[in-house]
Nanobody, 121 residues
């Protein structure tokens, strides 16, 4: 059974930092691309960042480019999303996902349950 567990969410003030983690089990993590999406209340799920299986292919949404950094540790079967200079509009439920290709579309094979990030002004 594939399981993705996000952690690291919380409440911060604008300008603060958070690092999200996504621990994967039940699959060979190094064979998969990994991505982060977010969803705010009343809005569609939004692509944030994705990283290929080797870590060399990386994509970011324009809204987070320069502020967020995606990375992965295949030995630990974990991906990370370092978020800096957070803004109130970054408030959302953040999901990690894994799939066979890097894409900005929410077409990944497996998804976590999400971790809440709240940014106050």
């Amino acid at each position: 059974q594939v399981l993705l567990v996000e952690s690291g969410g919380g409440s911060v003030q604008a300008g603060g930092d958070l690092r999200l983690s996504c621990a994967a089990s039940g699959l060979t993590f190094s064979n998969y691309a990994s991505a982060w999406f977010r969803q705010a209340p009343g809005k569609e799920r939004e692509f944030i960042a994705a990283i290929g299986w080797s870590g060399t292919l990386i994509q970011y949404a324009d809204s987070v480019k320069g502020r967020f950094t995606i990375s992965r540790d295949n030995v630990k079967s974990t991906s990370y999303l370092q978020m800096s200079s957070l803004k109130p509009e970054d408030t959302a439920l953040y999901f990690c996902a894994v799939g066979f290709i890097v894409t900005i579309k929410p077409e990944y094979n497996y998804w976590g349950q999400g971790t809440q990030v709240s940014v106050s002004s």
